[in-house]
């Protein structure tokens, strides 16, 4: 049984996906170990104690340093024994000493089609801001591992989605979320759970 660590920051849209696909069977052989959020007010802790799901916060603002949040954050994920880190809605930058113990164990959902609107300035409303801002016709969610550069790991999965004449950031957002977000990062977990992907040279292969 693979054990996740989710990570979250707001609202935990993502993470009520994962555990209602847990729930329904569109995830098999997970469970989630934890929820950690880096914000108290976070909704998705509310969420993880509905169902009956282990959650904490780990602020920076509880640290006199960034080190310090670093080795808490750490200590929080290990204590969990995840083999699976989970960033869903995550807006914390993981530091190298989590990437680096956690090679290719690391997943975060992005709301673009990576490599477009994605890196250091893209991020929530501002990945859509951007997309709406060049016109362009189709954008989408992607789930990749995470390395120690910003949106640069290896792809796992990609859904595009339509964008439509009169959308807005938050429109779009909403639109990405329910027809790539919410579909396709379950599907990953479930692929990574049943050993049905690999990493090789930075290049993810599925086996059927």
């Given at each position: 049984m693979l054990k996740l660590a989710v990570l979250v920051s707001g609202g935990g849209t993502n993470l009520q996906a994962i555990i209602d696909s847990i729930a329904d069977g569109r995830i098999a052989g997970a469970r989630i170990a934890t929820v950690i959020s880096n914000n108290k007010k976070a909704y998705a802790l509310e969420r993880a104690a509905k169902a009956g799901i282990p959650a904490k916060c780990v602020s920076p603002k509880d640290y006199e340093s960034r080190e310090a949040f670093n080795d808490a954050l750490l200590e929080a994920i290990e204590e969990s024994q995840a083999d699976l880190v989970v960033l869903a809605g995550c807006l914390v930058v993981i530091p190298e000493k989590i990437v680096e113990r956690y090679e290719n164990r690391i997943i975060n959902i992005h709301p673009s089609l990576i490599p477009s609107f994605c890196g250091k300035d893209f991020y929530g409303l501002k990945v859509h801001e951007g997309a709406l801002a060049r016109g362009v016709k189709v954008t989408g969610a992607t789930v990749h591992f995470v390395d120690k550069g910003t949106d640069t790991g290896p792809?796992?999965?990609?859904?595009?989605?339509?964008?439509?004449?009169?959308?807005?950031?938050?429109?779009?957002?909403?639109?990405?979320?329910?027809?790539?977000?919410?579909?396709?990062?379950?599907?990953?977990?479930?692929?990574?759970?049943?050993?049905?992907?690999?990493?090789?040279?930075?290049?993810?292969?599925?086996?059927?």
């Amino acid at each position: 049984m693979l054990k996740l660590a989710v990570l979250v920051s707001g609202g935990g849209t993502n993470l009520q996906a994962i555990i209602d696909s847990i729930a329904d069977g569109r995830i098999a052989g997970a469970r989630i170990a934890t929820v950690i959020s880096n914000n108290k007010k976070a909704y998705a802790l509310e969420r993880a104690a509905k169902a009956g799901i282990p959650a904490k916060c780990v602020s920076p603002k509880d640290y006199e340093s960034r080190e310090a949040f670093n080795d808490a954050l750490l200590e929080a994920i290990e204590e969990s024994q995840a083999d699976l880190v989970v960033l869903a809605g995550c807006l914390v930058v993981i530091p190298e000493k989590i990437v680096e113990r956690y090679e290719n164990r690391i997943i975060n959902i992005h709301p673009s089609l990576i490599p477009s609107f994605c890196g250091k300035d893209f991020y929530g409303l501002k990945v859509h801001e951007g997309a709406l801002a060049r016109g362009v016709k189709v954008t989408g969610a992607t789930v990749h591992f995470v390395d120690k550069g910003t949106d640069t790991g290896p792809i796992i999965l990609q859904k595009a989605v339509e964008v439509q004449d009169g959308d807005t950031p938050e429109i779009l957002q909403r639109r990405v979320m329910e027809e790539a977000e919410w579909v396709i990062l379950p599907r990953a977990i479930d692929l990574i759970a049943n050993g049905k992907i690999t990493v090789t040279d930075g290049k993810v292969t599925k086996k059927s």
